[in-house]
């Protein structure tokens, strides 16, 4: 039945291969929390520089999006960084 | 000169002994000379597998320490006669042998022998790095669940740290009935999610447990993993071998068949 198809649960086969995809992500890029952290003080200083941050919305994450050239899905760096003012630049 | 394939897995109770037993079983049926090494001091497994465990005097550790010559340490098989298994030591732990020690050990069996295998103990730590030392080639057994997998990843991330010319894949113990019904994953997942060459897919088969439970190891019989493993070992000479069909739907006949086929082993 077509119906079937739309109600049926996803097989517990590719909920596994999902998860897996997802958690060697973050095995194979090595990253701990620690690391993660200093990366993403080291992020804001640099961009503080330049523009005011607003650091409560930051988020920063590795995940894994789809290559450009067909390589599949990559590890990537996504950063989410509001900025709530832009710094007059005094010269 | 010989080659030296490690076989590890990085999560235990995967089916590495087993692996290692039956792989050296069906290369040394094909008329190759093999010997067999239980890296995994202070969990000796590999010699009660092969039905050995009667025979042994010295072990891993007596040779590297010099106790004995390699040569008295080696038990020849009760089958296989260009078969040999070095047993691990029971009462030792895994920094009575150093890496380097292995190194040398692998290269002087090379001179003897046409293939040694190294069963690898669980982990990561000290007894991995002194099974994978002499290795320049790798088997990686995992089975099609998550934390197995996982582990297995991990393995292969190490071994191509460590530049193992080559590293092939074996899944075990899959089970058609649920892979058919995506409640397990099958051998295609594993590869996808892993990204290494498959070399064998190993059915679970109760065969494995009564071959296990008389020593015998059962490569080469007329059984689904007893034909799996000759397959990888056919692979592993370099032959191409197409994959065992673990899907075929069993008609009426031949499960009568396979019934009787059953009592009979008994």
Redesign the interface.
């Known amino acids: 039945m077509i119906f079937d198809n739309f109600f049926r649960k996803k097989s517990s086969g590719s909920v596994a291969k999902d998860r897996l995809k997802l958690v060697l992500v973050s095995d194979r890029a090595n990253c701990s929390p620690e690391l993660m952290e200093q990366m993403k003080s080291d992020i804001i200083q640099v961009i503080s520089k330049y523009v005011e941050i607003d650091i409560h919305g930051l988020d920063i994450k590795i995940t894994q999006t789809e290559s450009g050239e067909g390589h599949g899905t990559v590890p990537a760096l996504i950063a989410n960084i509001p900025i709530s003012e832009m710094k007059v630049k005094n010269s | 000169m010989g080659e030296v394939i490690v076989i590890t897995s990085g999560k235990g109770g995967v089916g590495k002994t087993t692996t290692t037993a039956n792989l050296g079983t069906g290369l040394a049926q094909m008329g190759k000379s093999v010997v067999l090494i239980d890296t995994d001091i202070g969990l000796r497994n590999l010699d009660v597998v092969m039905g050995l465990e009667n025979r042994i005097v010295y072990n891993l550790v007596d040779v590297i320490e010099g106790t004995c010559r390699i040569n008295q340490a080696l038990i020849k098989d009760k089958r296989n006669p260009s078969l040999y298994l070095l047993p691990s030591a029971q009462t030792k732990d895994k920094s009575a042998v150093s890496p380097e020690q292995m190194r040398k050990l692998a290269e002087e069996l090379k001179e003897k022998f046409d293939y040694i295998l190294m069963d690898c103990p669980a982990g990561i730590e000290q007894g991995f790095q002194n099974a994978i030392a002499g290795a320049t080639r790798a088997l990686v057994v995992t089975t099609p669940?998550?934390s197995a997998?996982?582990d297995a990843?991990?393995i292969i991330?190490l071994l191509d740290a460590a530049e193992m010319d080559r590293t092939d894949l074996i899944v075990n113990r899959l089970r058609a009935d649920?892979?058919k019904?995506?409640?397990?994953?099958?051998s295609n997942?594993v590869v996808?999610?892993l990204g290494i060459n498959l070399i064998g897919v190993v059915p679970d088969d109760e065969n494995i447990v009564i071959s296990t439970n008389k020593g015998e190891p059962l490569v080469g019989s007329d059984t689904l993993a007893g034909k799996a493993y000759m397959n990888i070992c056919r692979r592993i000479l370099g032959e191409e071998v197409p994959m065992l069909d673990l899907y075929r739907k069993d008609g009426f006949m031949s499960k009568l068949v396979s019934k009787f086929k059953k009592k009979e082993l008994k």
């Not at chain 2, 019904?181 to 099958?186: C, F, I």
């Open positions: 669940e998550v997998i996982r990843d991990r991330g649920m892979v019904k995506e409640e397990m994953m099958s997942d996808e999610v």
